[in-house]
T-cell receptor, first 109, second 112 residues
Framework: QQPVQSPQAVILREGEDAVINCSSS?????VHWYRQKHGEAPVFLMI?????EQKGHDKISASFNEKKQQSSLYLTASQLSYSGTYFC??????????FGAGTRLTVKP | DGGITQSPKYLFRKEGQNVTLSCEQN?????MYWYRQDPGQGLRLIYY???????QKGDIAEGYSVSREKKESFPLTVTSAQKNPTAFYLC???????????FGEGSWLTVV
């Protein structure tokens, strides 16, 4: 029931772009994206609601394709501070928030 | 300030012991969640509760128990039936399906 994330890991140089994908086999009400540093709680990035939408702030944006139950997180012109593990969380009508296994992003100078 | 408080931050459990992790929120949220995170792994849902006196099993509920007697409190008990409890435990809360989910700082549990 957990969403599937890909890729598992990404290594970038500063300024490069990355895309992280998230898919679910269940009908979704919303998709949430978080970034986590080691040993810390996840930090909220954005939420996308059913109805299909795209959101973004600064150089991080995301889209949600309700028909395919897929979401993608776009990181452009990556910075060192973007390093961490990115999780997508999916919510169904049961209000059960489940997370993918995570994508480890490493940004190098 | 509003938020979620988890305690203790670090906890050691002996074999055969039950331990309880506390989670308190003052955000007036209806929904609360418990997740387990193993090193280098994702967050797995243990239990969640949408209202007081009601809760549902998540994907890895075996060996754990919860209660929801008050809206602001959702304690997690790791029982002796949980054979491999060493992990990072995160409590979270949200108002509804479209709300941001807020996390506590987490609790590290180690079996000694």
């Amino acid at each position: 029931q957990q969403p599937v994330q890909s890729p598992q890991a990404v290594i970038l140089r500063e300024g490069e772009d990355a895309v992280i994908n998230c898919s679910s086999s269940k009908a979704l009400y919303s998709v949430h994206w978080y970034r986590q540093k080691h040993g810390e709680a996840p930090v909220f990035l954005m939420i996308l609601l059913k109805g299909g939408e795209q959101k973004g702030h600064d150089k991080i944006s995301a889209s949600f394709n309700e028909k395919k139950q897929q979401s993608s997180l776009y990181l452009t012109a990556s910075q060192l501070s973007y390093s961490g593990t990115y999780f997508c969380g999916t919510v169904t009508n049961n209000n059960d928030m489940r997370f993918g296994a995570g994508t480890r992003l490493t940004v190098k100078p | 300030d509003g938020g979620i408080t988890q305690s203790p931050k670090y906890l050691f459990r002996k074999e055969g012991q039950n331990v309880t992790l506390s989670c308190e929120q003052n955000l007036n949220h209806d929904a609360m969640y418990w997740y387990r995170q193993d090193p280098g792994q994702g967050l797995r849902l243990i239990y969640y509760s949408q209202i007081v006196n009601d809760f549902q099993k998540g994907d890895i509920a075996e060996g754990y128990s919860v209660s929801r007697e008050k809206k602001e409190s959702f304690p997690l008990t790791v029982t002796s039936a949980q054979k491999n409890p060493t992990a990072f435990y995160l409590c979270a809360s949200a108002q509804g399906l479209v709300d941001t989910i807020y996390f506590g700082e987490g609790s590290w549990l180690t079996v000694v």
